[in-house]
Protein backbone atom coordinates (compact mmCIF):
# COMPACT_ATOMS: atom_id res chain seq x y z
CA UNK A 1 0.00 0.00 0.00
CA UNK A 2 1.40 3.18 -1.09
CA UNK A 3 2.09 5.67 2.34
CA UNK A 4 2.83 9.59 1.49
CA UNK A 5 4.76 11.12 4.38
CA UNK A 6 4.89 14.75 3.38
CA UNK A 7 7.58 15.49 6.57
CA UNK A 8 10.34 13.42 4.03
CA UNK A 9 9.69 16.63 1.54
CA UNK A 10 10.92 20.02 1.85
CA UNK A 11 7.53 22.19 1.87
CA UNK A 12 5.61 25.15 3.70
CA UNK A 13 3.33 22.23 5.23
CA UNK A 14 6.31 21.53 7.75
CA UNK A 15 5.71 24.67 8.84
CA UNK A 16 2.03 24.36 9.32
CA UNK A 17 2.78 20.89 11.37
CA UNK A 18 5.45 22.72 13.34
CA UNK A 19 3.13 25.34 14.79
CA UNK A 20 0.01 22.75 15.63
CA UNK A 21 2.55 20.88 17.69
CA UNK A 22 4.06 23.85 19.24
CA UNK A 23 2.98 24.25 22.82
CA UNK A 24 3.46 27.47 22.87
CA UNK A 25 1.80 28.33 19.61
CA UNK A 26 -0.58 25.44 19.45
CA UNK A 27 -3.42 26.72 21.58
CA UNK A 28 -4.46 29.70 19.45
CA UNK A 29 -7.28 28.12 18.28
CA UNK A 30 -8.13 30.12 15.31
CA UNK A 31 -4.63 28.98 14.08
CA UNK A 32 -4.62 25.78 15.02
CA UNK A 33 -8.10 25.45 13.10
CA UNK A 34 -6.60 27.42 10.20
CA UNK A 35 -3.54 25.36 9.88
CA UNK A 36 -5.17 22.18 9.67
CA UNK A 37 -6.91 23.62 7.02
CA UNK A 38 -4.29 24.97 5.51
CA UNK A 39 -2.46 21.44 5.60
CA UNK A 40 -6.00 20.03 4.15
CA UNK A 41 -5.82 22.33 1.06
CA UNK A 42 -1.84 21.40 0.17
CA UNK A 43 -2.81 17.50 0.75
CA UNK A 44 -5.68 17.39 -1.83
CA UNK A 45 -3.86 19.49 -4.18
CA UNK A 46 -1.04 16.87 -4.10
CA UNK A 47 -3.97 14.05 -3.97
CA UNK A 48 -5.59 15.25 -7.09
CA UNK A 49 -2.45 14.19 -8.68
CA UNK A 50 -3.63 10.84 -8.36
CA UNK A 51 -7.06 11.16 -9.81
CA UNK A 52 -7.68 10.38 -13.39
CA UNK A 53 -7.85 12.88 -16.09
CA UNK A 54 -9.98 13.23 -19.22
CA UNK A 55 -9.85 16.79 -22.06
CA UNK A 56 -12.50 18.77 -22.09
CA UNK A 57 -12.93 21.73 -24.72
CA UNK A 58 -13.86 24.28 -23.46
CA UNK A 59 -15.44 27.28 -24.75
CA UNK A 60 -13.53 30.78 -24.12
CA UNK A 61 -15.40 33.94 -25.17
CA UNK A 62 -12.68 33.75 -28.18
CA UNK A 63 -12.64 30.14 -28.93
CA UNK A 64 -12.05 26.72 -27.71
CA UNK A 65 -9.44 25.49 -25.16
CA UNK A 66 -8.43 22.16 -24.60
CA UNK A 67 -8.26 21.46 -20.63
CA UNK A 68 -7.46 17.84 -18.58
CA UNK A 69 -9.78 17.94 -15.37
CA UNK A 70 -10.32 15.05 -13.03
CA UNK A 71 -13.13 12.77 -13.48
CA UNK A 72 -13.19 11.35 -10.00
CA UNK A 73 -16.37 11.41 -7.96
CA UNK A 74 -15.16 12.22 -4.64
CA UNK A 75 -16.94 11.79 -1.70
CA UNK A 76 -15.12 13.15 1.31
CA UNK A 77 -15.89 11.27 4.69
CA UNK A 78 -14.74 13.16 7.93
CA UNK A 79 -14.50 12.28 11.24
CA UNK A 80 -16.10 13.96 13.80
CA UNK A 81 -15.07 16.24 15.48
CA UNK A 82 -11.30 17.27 15.08
CA UNK A 83 -11.99 16.49 11.15
CA UNK A 84 -13.94 19.51 10.86
CA UNK A 85 -11.14 21.65 9.84
CA UNK A 86 -9.38 18.77 7.56
CA UNK A 87 -12.50 18.66 5.87
CA UNK A 88 -12.77 22.15 5.23
CA UNK A 89 -9.80 22.59 3.37
CA UNK A 90 -10.62 19.31 1.27
CA UNK A 91 -13.66 20.51 -0.05
CA UNK A 92 -11.72 24.38 -0.37
CA UNK A 93 -9.97 22.21 -3.36
CA UNK A 94 -12.36 19.88 -4.18
CA UNK A 95 -15.38 22.16 -4.10
CA UNK A 96 -17.78 19.48 -6.43
CA UNK A 97 -17.09 16.73 -4.09
CA UNK A 98 -19.73 15.19 -1.98
CA UNK A 99 -19.66 15.01 1.87
CA UNK A 100 -20.22 12.24 4.81
CA UNK A 101 -19.59 12.75 8.23
CA UNK A 102 -19.12 10.02 10.97
CA UNK A 103 -19.20 10.94 14.82
CA UNK A 104 -16.52 8.40 16.62
CA UNK A 105 -15.29 9.22 19.88
CA UNK A 106 -13.41 7.45 23.04
CA UNK A 107 -16.11 6.45 25.69
CA UNK A 108 -13.62 5.71 28.92
CA UNK A 109 -14.26 2.71 30.94
CA UNK A 110 -11.50 4.04 33.24
CA UNK A 111 -8.74 6.65 32.58
CA UNK A 112 -7.04 4.29 30.39
CA UNK A 113 -9.22 1.90 28.99
CA UNK A 114 -12.01 3.60 26.46
CA UNK A 115 -14.32 1.69 23.53
CA UNK A 116 -14.90 3.99 20.68
CA UNK A 117 -18.60 4.67 19.50
CA UNK A 118 -19.88 5.64 16.52
CA UNK A 119 -23.39 7.04 17.08
CA UNK A 120 -23.74 8.71 13.81
CA UNK A 121 -23.35 8.80 10.01
CA UNK A 122 -24.68 11.08 7.61
CA UNK A 123 -23.03 9.70 3.68
CA UNK A 124 -24.49 9.69 -0.01
CA UNK A 125 -23.87 6.15 -1.21
CA UNK A 126 -20.13 5.87 -2.09
CA UNK A 127 -20.03 2.87 -4.99
CA UNK A 128 -17.70 3.14 -7.80
CA UNK A 129 -16.84 6.84 -6.15
CA UNK A 130 -13.17 8.25 -4.61
CA UNK A 131 -13.61 7.61 -1.36
CA UNK A 132 -11.39 10.42 0.82
CA UNK A 133 -11.46 9.67 5.16
CA UNK A 134 -10.55 12.25 6.90
CA UNK A 135 -8.93 12.66 10.07
CA UNK A 136 -6.20 14.93 11.67
CA UNK A 137 -4.81 11.76 14.12
CA UNK A 138 -4.68 8.43 13.75
CA UNK A 139 -2.78 7.15 17.20
CA UNK A 140 -4.27 2.94 16.98
CA UNK A 141 -6.32 3.69 13.97
CA UNK A 142 -9.41 2.59 15.82
CA UNK A 143 -11.50 5.61 15.00
CA UNK A 144 -10.76 5.00 11.10
CA UNK A 145 -11.47 1.33 11.06
CA UNK A 146 -14.62 2.02 12.70
CA UNK A 147 -15.47 5.14 10.94
CA UNK A 148 -14.55 3.19 7.58
CA UNK A 149 -16.58 0.09 8.54
CA UNK A 150 -19.52 2.75 8.97
CA UNK A 151 -19.15 3.93 5.52
CA UNK A 152 -19.47 0.74 4.08
CA UNK A 153 -22.90 0.24 5.02
CA UNK A 154 -23.19 3.20 2.19
CA UNK A 155 -21.71 0.82 -0.67
CA UNK A 156 -17.75 -0.05 -2.34
CA UNK A 157 -15.32 2.82 -3.56
CA UNK A 158 -13.41 2.26 -6.62
CA UNK A 159 -10.53 3.85 -4.48
CA UNK A 160 -9.87 5.03 -1.23
CA UNK A 161 -7.46 7.84 0.37
CA UNK A 162 -7.07 8.12 4.22
CA UNK A 163 -5.70 11.52 5.00
CA UNK A 164 -4.37 11.83 8.25
CA UNK A 165 -2.13 15.09 9.37
CA UNK A 166 -0.23 12.87 12.38
CA UNK A 167 -0.18 9.08 12.37
CA UNK A 168 1.73 6.39 15.10
CA UNK A 169 3.63 3.69 13.44
CA UNK A 170 1.50 1.79 15.03
CA UNK A 171 -1.95 3.09 12.93
CA UNK A 172 -0.11 3.37 9.76
CA UNK A 173 0.76 -0.67 9.92
CA UNK A 174 -3.01 -1.10 11.19
CA UNK A 175 -4.39 0.94 8.42
CA UNK A 176 -2.40 -1.01 5.88
CA UNK A 177 -3.48 -4.59 7.59
CA UNK A 178 -7.92 -3.55 7.21
CA UNK A 179 -7.59 -1.50 4.05
CA UNK A 180 -8.16 -2.82 0.72
CA UNK A 181 -3.91 -3.09 -0.28
CA UNK A 182 -4.93 -2.23 -4.02
CA UNK A 183 -7.06 0.51 -3.96
CA UNK A 184 -5.75 2.71 -1.08
CA UNK A 185 -3.23 5.43 -0.37
CA UNK A 186 -1.81 6.65 3.35
CA UNK A 187 -1.33 10.15 3.19
CA UNK A 188 -0.10 11.93 6.31
CA UNK A 189 2.19 14.94 6.90
CA UNK A 190 4.12 13.13 9.73
CA UNK A 191 4.79 9.17 11.00
CA UNK A 192 5.15 9.80 14.80
CA UNK A 193 7.21 6.75 16.90
CA UNK A 194 4.92 5.60 19.41
CA UNK A 195 1.47 5.90 21.35
CA UNK A 196 1.66 6.46 25.44
CA UNK A 197 -0.54 4.59 28.01
CA UNK A 198 -3.69 7.06 27.33
CA UNK A 199 -3.42 6.23 23.47
CA UNK A 200 -2.28 9.32 22.32
CA UNK A 201 0.70 10.15 20.01
CA UNK A 202 4.27 11.00 21.45
CA UNK A 203 5.61 13.24 20.62
CA UNK A 204 1.98 13.82 18.61
CA UNK A 205 0.16 17.43 19.59
CA UNK A 206 -2.10 16.31 22.19
CA UNK A 207 -5.74 15.97 21.59
CA UNK A 208 -6.67 17.68 18.55
CA UNK A 209 -10.48 17.95 19.27
CA UNK A 210 -9.88 20.31 22.30
CA UNK A 211 -7.29 22.07 20.49
CA UNK A 212 -9.87 22.93 17.69
CA UNK A 213 -13.11 23.45 19.85
CA UNK A 214 -12.17 23.30 23.70
CA UNK A 215 -12.22 21.05 26.21
CA UNK A 216 -15.28 18.47 26.28
CA UNK A 217 -16.80 17.43 29.91
O1 LIG B 1 -6.69 6.32 16.27
P1 LIG B 1 -7.46 6.46 17.53
O2 LIG B 1 -6.80 5.80 18.69
O3 LIG B 1 -8.89 6.01 17.37
O4 LIG B 1 -7.46 8.00 17.94
C1 LIG B 1 -7.64 9.00 16.99
C2 LIG B 1 -8.95 9.70 17.18
O5 LIG B 1 -8.86 10.56 18.31
C3 LIG B 1 -9.27 11.87 17.92
O6 LIG B 1 -10.64 12.03 18.11
P2 LIG B 1 -11.28 12.03 19.59
O7 LIG B 1 -11.71 10.65 19.95
O8 LIG B 1 -10.33 12.73 20.52
O9 LIG B 1 -12.60 12.90 19.36
P3 LIG B 1 -12.75 14.48 19.18
O10 LIG B 1 -12.28 14.79 17.79
O11 LIG B 1 -14.20 14.71 19.34
O12 LIG B 1 -11.93 15.16 20.24
C4 LIG B 1 -8.90 11.92 16.47
O13 LIG B 1 -9.54 12.95 15.78
C5 LIG B 1 -9.25 10.55 15.98
O14 LIG B 1 -10.60 10.44 15.57
O1 LIG C 1 -2.67 11.78 20.15
C1 LIG C 1 -3.90 11.78 20.01
C2 LIG C 1 -4.68 10.60 20.08
C3 LIG C 1 -6.01 10.68 19.91
N1 LIG C 1 -6.58 11.88 19.70
C4 LIG C 1 -5.86 13.03 19.63
O2 LIG C 1 -6.41 14.11 19.42
N2 LIG C 1 -4.53 12.93 19.82
MG1 LIG D 1 -10.27 14.56 21.11
Known amino acids: ?116 HIEYIASPRIDDKTLIITDPMLATGSSMELSYQAMLTKGHPAEIHVASIIASQQAIEHIKNIFPEDKTIIWCAAIDPEINEHSYIVPGLGDAGDLAYGEKE
Open 1 to 116: MKVVDFSKTNSILNQYVSEIRNVEVQNDRLRFRRNIERIGEIMAYEMSKEFTYSVKNIRTPLGIAPVSTPDNQLVISTILRAGLPFHQGFLSYFDGAENAFVSAYRKYKDTLKFDI
